[in-house]
């Protein structure tokens, strides 16, 4: 890692990470741009852009706090602060995003930085991002036909504070890490980043930054679509090898710990707004001003000139691909565990007392094609799940490797294989904070698009984590 990093000391590009953040632990914030502080070029090429919202009582204090103790580690340390009464606007990650990179990106302008050096980091509040990350976007950009077109994904991984929350929501994190580092194989590009993704500075401004609308509530994912509808499918997603190290959510107690990541859940699902938003932009449907009617583009045949070739082919999958993130969790379960055991309980009930259906009237015993289907049916249904386990066997062993080779782990800090008995706790986590949450969210996109701006409690050691 270290010749890696050797090879690049010298960058010519700024790096802009935006970190928003609504009544997150100061100290949290602190660990997070300290990590960013540590970097060789953070002095010379790093800015920090400190999104603040002014909903949240004392942020002005914090973010004074945060400002006076990196006053010295990076180039500029710029902080903005989203006012709460935007008309039009959904609150959230999204919204603060916005104008956090419109108001910091204008200064850095006004500044003199040029930007066609300028890359655009998005960062939760807890993400650990290493410089070796940071290098490889700039390998990833410098090596690129066009890398104005690209946004730079890595793979997410919950290691921090893992052995310190319910196996459930280890977990569920764990799973959704696999999910993510599978998207990101796509060799199409048409994939999504999760949480911390890089672009540059030219295409967000081409876009028009991100969105801010009840559509636009699951910013990571929705600044994809955008950029890829709004170039006309010239925009891909560039994965980068480097793991971006977060926080599982933990609070004070068991079960108040399960009810924050059923909270964080639910924010996470109501992600499910770009269903509608991507099959309207693949179908070329755009809403008319007045918010109530949307009409049939003609296609621009100037834009069509610099279109990628195969666009018509790339909208198709992306739509498949963000139906397969959102219609998924909500059907899986139940499919797996309410359809599947009530068809069993129907045709072929315990006991005669609660039959329903009259053994002369059951299609399974009295056709042989149906017979057939059914026992097809209970075959995939039994080999269904495989997938995913051998998904999870490859992040099982990626996690040792990644602790031992980038954090320098000692074997007892990171998941042996003891830890298989928290997949015993893997239908309790795929029902509480995947099947009911996505389910919710789904049924309340239909009568009411926006939801209150909820962030889920996180506790932090700040002296546990120097140690």
């Given at each position: 890692?270290?010749?890696?990093?050797?090879?690049?000391?010298?960058?010519?590009?700024?790096?802009?990470?935006?970190?928003?953040?609504?009544?997150?632990?100061?100290?949290?914030?602190?660990?997070?741009?300290?990590?960013?502080?540590?970097?060789?070029?953070?002095?010379?090429?790093?800015?920090?852009?400190?999104?603040?919202?002014?909903?949240?009582?004392?942020?002005?204090?914090?973010?004074?706090?945060?400002?006076?103790?990196?006053?010295?580690?990076?180039?500029?340390?710029?902080?903005?602060?989203?006012?709460?009464?935007?008309?039009?606007?959904?609150?959230?990650?999204?919204?603060?995003?916005?104008?956090?990179?419109?108001?910091?990106?204008?200064?850095?302008?006004?500044?003199?930085?040029?930007?066609?050096?300028?890359?655009?980091?998005?960062?939760?509040?807890?993400?650990?991002?290493?410089?070796?990350?940071?290098?490889?976007?700039?390998?990833?950009?410098?090596?690129?036909?066009?890398?104005?077109?690209?946004?730079?994904?890595?793979?997410?991984?919950?290691?921090?504070?893992?052995?310190?929350?319910?196996?459930?929501?280890?977990?569920?994190?764990?799973?959704?890490?696999?999910?993510?580092?599978?998207?990101?194989?796509?060799?199409?590009?048409?994939?999504?980043?999760?949480?911390?993704?890089?672009?540059?500075l030219v295409l967000a401004e081409r876009v028009g930054y991100w969105d801010t609308d009840a559509d636009s509530v699951g910013e990571d994912m929705h600044m994809m679509l955008k950029c890829f509808f709004k170039t006309d499918g010239l925009a891909r997603?560039?994965?980068?090898?480097?793991?971006?190290?977060?926080?599982?959510?933990?609070?004070?107690?068991?079960?108040?710990?399960?009810?924050?990541?059923?909270?964080?859940?639910?924010?996470?699902?109501?992600?499910?707004?770009?269903?509608?938003?991507?099959?309207?932009?693949?179908?070329?449907?755009?809403?008319?001003?007045?918010?109530?009617?949307?009409?049939?583009?003609?296609?621009?045949?100037?834009?069509?000139?610099?279109?990628?070739?195969?666009?018509?082919?790339?909208?198709?999958?992306?739509?498949?691909?963000?139906?397969?993130?959102?219609?998924i969790p909500c059907t899986s379960g139940w499919l797996m565990f309410a359809a599947v055991p009530l068809t069993q309980f129907i045709l072929f009930p315990p006991h005669p007392m609660v039959a329903i259906v009259e053994p002369a009237d059951n299609p399974?015993?009295?056709?042989?094609?149906?017979?057939?289907?059914?026992?097809?049916?209970?075959?995939?249904?039994?080999?269904?799940?495989?997938?995913?386990?051998?998904?999870?066997?490859?992040?099982?062993?990626?996690?040792?490797?990644?602790?031992?080779?980038?954090?320098?782990?000692?074997?007892?800090?990171?998941?042996?294989?003891?830890?298989?008995?928290?997949?015993?706790?893997?239908?309790?986590?795929?029902?509480?904070?995947?099947?009911?949450?996505?389910?919710?969210?789904?049924?309340?996109?239909?009568?009411?698009?926006?939801?209150?701006?909820?962030?889920?409690?996180?506790?932090?050691?700040?002296?546990?984590?120097?140690?």
């Open positions: 890692m270290e010749a890696s990093l050797k090879l690049y000391e010298d960058s010519h590009f700024y790096h802009a990470f935006i970190v928003p953040n609504y009544a997150e632990p100061e100290a949290l914030l602190r660990d997070t741009i300290k990590r960013l502080a540590n970097h060789r070029n953070a002095q010379t090429n790093y800015i920090i852009i400190l999104a603040m919202e002014a909903s949240e009582a004392g942020h002005e204090a914090k973010a004074a706090n945060l400002a006076s103790y990196f006053k010295d580690s990076f180039l500029h340390f710029i902080v903005t602060s989203h006012p709460s009464d935007i008309p039009g606007e959904s609150r959230g990650k999204g919204s603060n995003v916005a104008w956090a990179a419109r108001t910091g990106c204008a200064e850095l302008i006004q500044r003199g930085v040029d930007r066609r050096r300028v890359i655009l980091t998005v960062s939760d509040s807890d993400s650990s991002i290493s410089e070796l990350y940071i290098k490889e976007v700039e390998k990833s950009f410098s090596q690129a036909d066009d890398p104005y077109f690209l946004l730079f994904a890595p793979p997410i991984f919950f290691s921090r504070n893992a052995h310190e929350v319910p196996a459930c929501v280890r977990m569920t994190d764990i799973t959704w890490s696999a999910m993510v580092m599978s998207n990101l194989s796509n060799s199409r590009g048409i994939a999504f980043p999760c949480s911390t993704y890089s672009l540059s997603c560039a994965p980068i090898y480097v793991p971006i190290n977060l926080t599982n959510v933990q609070t004070n107690g068991y079960l108040s710990n399960m009810y924050a990541r059923y909270v964080q859940a639910k924010r996470h699902y109501n992600g499910v707004a770009d269903v509608s938003y991507c099959l309207r932009s693949a179908a070329g449907i755009k809403d008319l001003p007045n918010g109530k009617q949307s009409v049939l583009l003609q296609h621009d045949k100037k834009a069509s000139l610099y279109a990628s070739p195969h666009f018509w082919f790339d909208k198709l999958l992306m739509c498949l691909k963000v139906l397969e993130a959102h219609m399974i015993l009295t056709s042989d094609f149906y017979a057939t289907l059914w026992n097809i049916v209970k075959i995939i249904t039994l080999f269904l799940p495989l997938p995913l386990f051998g998904t999870l066997a490859i992040y099982e062993h990626l996690h040792r490797v990644v602790d031992r080779e980038m954090y320098h782990k000692a074997h007892t800090e990171s998941r042996t294989w003891k830890n298989v008995l928290d997949y015993i706790s893997l239908p309790i986590a795929a029902w509480m904070f995947m099947t009911i949450p996505s389910t919710i969210a789904c049924i309340k996109r239909l009568y009411r698009p926006t939801d209150q701006y909820i962030v889920s409690e996180k506790f932090f050691d700040e002296d546990a984590e120097d140690v």
